[in-house]
């Protein structure tokens, strides 16, 4: 498996020592990797469904920024951030 180097700031440095002895930096890292990983193929998925779906839809470039907009704050409304 090949190795990835992460550099950890000065002022995090004496509590990443420390907690090293407790955590398996190694295996949290490459958790985190591997969680981001997924979700870019997700996004590019996605992303590629949406552009399937505009090549064929039939609104016009405002109409499809109106009905982002309105999914937009619908979802923000969702989340609890509006």
């Not at 509590?15 to 591997?34: C, G, M, P, Q, W």
């Not at 552009?51 to 619908?74: F, G, N």
């Amino acid at each position: 498996m090949p190795e990835v180097v992460v550099k950890v700031p000065k002022e995090l440095e004496n509590e990443v020592v420390e907690l090293s002895k407790e955590i398996d930096f190694s295996k949290v890292i490459r958790r985190a990797l591997e969680r981001a990983l997924e979700e870019e193929v997700k996004e590019e998925l996605l992303l590629e469904l949406a552009e399937r779906i505009a090549s064929k839809s039939k609104l016009t470039e405002v109409e499809a920024d109106e009905l982002a907009e309105e999914l937009k704050e619908r979802a923000a409304r969702r989340l609890g951030l509006l």
